[in-house]
């Protein structure tokens, strides 16, 4: 699963949340505790790296914060940060400079994979 973040944002917009919440809503209260749910938090390339490096890991952040408020257990989740490390070799030629920010939104994201004890 993706989500989508806005131009140098990393909060959750309704649209991650719901996603979030469709998602989760198929995991059985009983799974919960043998969850595991890695996420891997990115930026576009748009900025200086080390910025975009905290910028990934607040939006993987953002991300483990909902799924605790959901009863995931701290230890069922796993970080990274990946910063603009993927985007930087980007090929952004067809990206017209008027639209570069919505251009590169693919970029600016977490990506999740979740796994329960019942799917191992």
Request: net charge negative; charged share 25%.
């Amino acid at each position: 699963m993706t989500l989508y973040f806005g131009f140098d944002a990393d909060t959750l917009d309704t649209e991650a949340q719901a996603a979030l919440t469709q998602a989760f809503a198929t995991v059985p209260e009983n799974a919960l505790n043998t969850l595991s749910v890695e996420l891997d938090g990115h930026a576009d390339h748009l900025g200086n790296p080390g910025y975009n490096q905290q910028l990934s890991r607040r939006r993987a952040e953002a991300v483990r914060d909902w799924l605790l408020t959901q009863g995931v257990p701290t230890q069922a989740v796993t970080l990274h940060a990946h910063g603009d490390s993927h985007a930087r070799q980007a090929d952004t030629a067809h990206c017209p400079d008027d639209d570069l920010r919505h251009c590169l939104r693919d970029f600016r994201r977490v990506e999740l994979r979740i796994q329960t004890g019942l799917n191992r």
